[in-house]
């Protein structure tokens, strides 16, 4: 499982005034499971890797909240 890429998914949340819980907050309504904050957070700070599938929704609530995050930067190098 990939990790994200924590530089960029950190600069999105700076640059849109964004929490971890906001992004969670967002991402269990937009997809089809729940994304506990906590999760999330591990993710975000590099420590978790993440299900592809779960990488797509944070894809489409950057998108739908912002410029977007596509897929291939939302992945860290090497994952």
């Not at 971890?20 to 700070?45: H, I, K, Q």
Request: hydrophobic share 35%; glycine share 8%; net charge neutral.
């Amino acid at each position: 499982m990939p990790k994200l890429n924590r530089d960029r998914i950190r600069e999105w949340l700076e640059e849109h005034n964004w929490s971890v819980a906001r992004l969670a907050a967002e991402c269990s309504a937009l997809g089809e499971d729940s994304f506990p904050e906590g999760t999330l957070r591990n993710a975000v700070n590099g420590i978790d890797p993440m299900r592809p599938g779960r990488i797509r929704v944070i894809c489409k609530v950057t998108a739908k909240y912002g410029d977007g995050i596509p897929y291939a930067q939302l992945v860290a190098d090497g994952s």
